[in-house]
């Protein structure tokens, strides 16, 4: 078992940054590749980012690379979420998401994780 509490969340305007975090209890998080995903109002739940075991390995999808980086600090079992140049589009519920993997694996469909947090609001104004 794995529960995740995600944090930094908030109001920003358009053009700047926030981190957000995702603490994991348990002593296996390690064990777990991670991921952040995020939902809209009337939207499915899309892939942000995702950082592999040890963190070696990294994804994202077009509309966030260059701007979101995800890290982790297995020594902290926590996760982070570094967002800059946001957009009022990057509004959304965030949510990070764990999924027991091999090492170097990452994944980015939402039925892959097994674990979920309850998610932090973000809002980007114009």
């Known amino acids: 078992q794995v529960q995740l509490v995600e944090s930094g969340g908030g109001l920003v305007q358009a053009g700047g940054s926030l981190r957000l975090s995702c603490a994991a209890s348990g002593r296996t998080f390690s064990s777990y590749a991670m991921g952040w995903f995020r939902q809209a109002p009337g939207k499915e739940r899309e892939f942000v980012a995702a950082i592999s075991r040890g963190g070696g390995t990294r994804s994202y999808p077009d509309s966030v690379k260059g701007r979101f980086t995800i890290s982790r600090d297995n020594t902290k079992n926590t996760v982070y979420l570094q967002m800059s140049s946001l957009k009022p589009e990057d509004t959304a519920v965030y949510y990070c998401?764990?999924?027991?993997?091999?090492?170097?694996?990452?994944?980015?469909?939402?039925?892959?994780?097994?674990?979920w947090g309850q998610g932090t609001q973000v809002t980007v104004s114009s």
């Open positions: 998401a764990a999924s027991a993997a091999a090492a170097a694996e990452v994944k980015q469909r939402t039925f892959e994780y097994t674990y």
